[in-house]
């Protein structure tokens, strides 16, 4: 927006969006491989929660895609090229993929770059920069006055993500047990699943076994739903806030 009186005109921004939505391909061969051995999908197909087999054929086939996007971008002459990792999961995966794209367009030293800062700069002086969901997330909470631990709801790989992020912010994350991270697993394939019954009584368990505890030792604790596949209502909802720093990052 130029000024006060002037309209607003999106097009004014020059933005394009590649939404990737490639899943049955990235995983075709464990897809095969599950309906071959079981005759069915099961959780094991489930990057976060499956064999690493999957995540490496995920690596693998989503670069491909990536890279594809960017050229894209670097055609139309694109001086600013975003990579957002949109599953808190997916966020060391998604940036080995950036990475390795980046080095594909532009050599080694650029994947380096891209993979220890999150940014590289092309020789045609397009910047490409790499936006995950745990680090939009714990910015928000950083500016938050007083904090206590914050409760990370998600899986054990993606509690390590946000142990990092929350360290590096000077903030403390709460520890789960292995019965809690058991029955997020459940919480995430009744999602998928929208079995709305399991959902419901997955909600009520961790509400009851480790959030509402949780709320009554600490009371400036922050609560995170640090999975996309549900919403409960039980604190931050993590795609919600990473949406907002997304929308932020593109219009200012």
């Known amino acids: ?120 700069t092309m020789k045609n002086g397009a910047r490409i920069e790499f936006f995950d969901v745990p680090s939009s997330v714990t910015k928000g909470i950083a500016k938050l006055q007083t904090v206590d631990p914050v409760l990370v709801i998600g899986t054990e790989g993606v509690n390590e993500i946000y142990e990092k992020c929350l360290s590096e912010a000077g903030l403390q994350r709460f520890k789960l047990s292995r019965a809690d991270y058991r029955l997020i697993d459940d919480a995430i394939v009744a999602a998928i699943g929208q079995n709305r019954d399991e959902i419901r009584r997955v909600r009520d368990e961790i509400s009851l076994q480790f959030v509402e505890p949780f709320r009554s030792r600490f009371r400036a604790g922050v609560v995170v739903e640090a999975c996309t596949d549900f919403d409960f209502g039980l604190g931050v909802n993590s795609l919600k806030a990473f949406a907002e720093e997304m929308v932020l990052d593109v219009y200012t």
Not at 36 to 46: E, P
Not at 70 to 78: G, H, K, P, T, V
Request: glycine share 6%.
């Open 1 to 120: 927006m130029e000024g006060a009186r002037t309209p607003f005109f999106d097009e004014r921004r020059r933005i394009m969006f590649n939404l990737i939505c490639d899943i049955a391909w990235f995983k075709r061969n464990a897809i095969a491989n599950e309906l071959v051995k079981k005759g069915d999908i099961t959780r094991d197909i489930l990057i976060g929660i499956g064999p690493n087999r999957v995540a490496d054929e995920f690596v693998t086939s989503a670069t491909t895609s990536v890279t594809e996007c960017i050229e894209s971008a670097l055609r139309r002459q694109y001086k600013r090229v975003r990579v957002y990792a949109v599953c808190n999961g997916l966020t060391d995966l998604v940036k080995e993929i950036a990475s390795k794209s980046v080095g594909s367009l532009a050599g080694e030293a650029a994947r380096h770059l891209m993979r220890e800062t999150g940014q590289c």
